[in-house]
């Protein structure tokens, strides 16, 4: 079982329009687990739902937890329960760090787009690369000003000539022009990207236009599209090992079926955006659904993520 810890709600603070920032210490004034930039944790929030959440400060020596909350009318119901139920002084129970977006190590200049809530983990990227001395390049875009987290800090940081920020509504002049900042692939450069579907779509499409290898592109999606299930099927997943054969309904995940058959499976997200529940395929062809993996590691077919993805053969063997 994946290790928690008590929290208490130190400080809730208005970050922008319908975004709110909350910080967290050790409800028993323990030191919180270290981490790296681009590592999120899963918040229990009031009411059963368990969301994850990046965090945007670095930990510091007193290992304070900060993430930034949107208020989403069209989410799955977390942001606004936590936005509406929990206040400073509260408690609650979250994951230790984890993190499927950490930086490269070296010298490599970093090319960071943020898109929305997004810049969430980008602005913790800036913080490390700003304080290791790295050199990076941070694209901020969001509709307006007023609906955009940290924008003041970002203006007054040390590192504020690294930083564009780019906005729907203002002039022609200063909206992005994706592949003059892209620029071409070298050997020396990664591009990190966080941010709605649409907005990661266009950033990632425009790199490889421009020739960029999939394995300098990293990416986190913080929602995925609706998927269309009308046309799923039911189908087996084979437990290596164990002889057992765990049906799974066209109407259920996988990971619902694993976790309604007793199997230990650590979820998050939920959508295929987090890679927490990630499961070795051994045998048959996954139905890929997530947007986690890269184009090339779908194709191995040698992992999957039973949290939204499925099946196209009759039967999936896997390891647990």
């Not at 090992?241 to 996988?254: F, K």
Request: hydrophobic share 40%.
């Amino acid at each position: 079982m994946e290790q928690s810890f008590q929290v208490k709600v130190a400080a809730r603070e208005a970050l922008a329009e319908d975004i709110a920032g909350y910080e967290f210490v050790a409800a028993d004034d323990a030191v919180l687990p270290d981490f790296k930039a681009g590592a999120h944790i899963d918040v229990h929030i009031p009411g059963g739902l368990i969301r994850q959440y990046s965090l945007y400060e670095l930990p510091g020596e007193h290992r304070r937890y900060r993430i930034s909350v949107l208020r989403d009318a069209k989410s799955r119901g977390g942001s606004v329960q936590l936005l509406d139920k929990v206040r400073e002084g509260d408690v609650l129970a979250i994951s230790a760090p984890r993190n499927h977006f950490g930086l490269h190590s070296g010298p490599d200049r970093s090319l960071l787009f943020a898109g929305g809530i997004g810049i969430t983990p980008i602005l913790c990227m800036a913080l490390q690369l700003a304080q290791e001395g790295r050199p990076f390049d941070l694209h901020y875009c969001g509709r307006s000003l007023p609906r955009m987290a940290f924008v003041d800090r970002l203006r007054a940081c040390g590192y504020a000539d690294r930083v564009q920020i780019h906005v729907d509504d203002g002039a022609v002049s200063q909206q992005l022009d994706a592949r003059t900042a892209i620029g071409a692939p070298s050997i020396d450069k990664h591009l990190y990207g966080c941010g709605p579907t649409g907005f990661m779509d266009h950033i990632l499409a425009t790199a490889r236009s421009l020739g960029w290898a999939e394995e300098r592109m990293h990416r986190e999606y913080f929602a995925a599209a609706p998927i269309d299930h009308s046309a799923d099927g039911p189908f087996e997943i084979e437990i290596s090992g164990t002889g057992r054969v765990i049906p799974v309904a066209a109407d259920q995940s996988p990971a619902q079926a694993l976790l309604d058959a007793g199997f230990a499976l650590s979820l998050s997200c939920e959508q295929g955006v987090c890679g927490t529940c990630m499961t070795k395929v051994l045998a048959g062809a996954p139905d890929h659904r997530d947007l986690y993996l890269t184009d090339a590691e779908h194709d191995r077919n040698d992992c999957f993520t039973p949290c939204c993805s499925r099946s196209r053969s009759p039967r999936l063997i896997v390891e647990l």
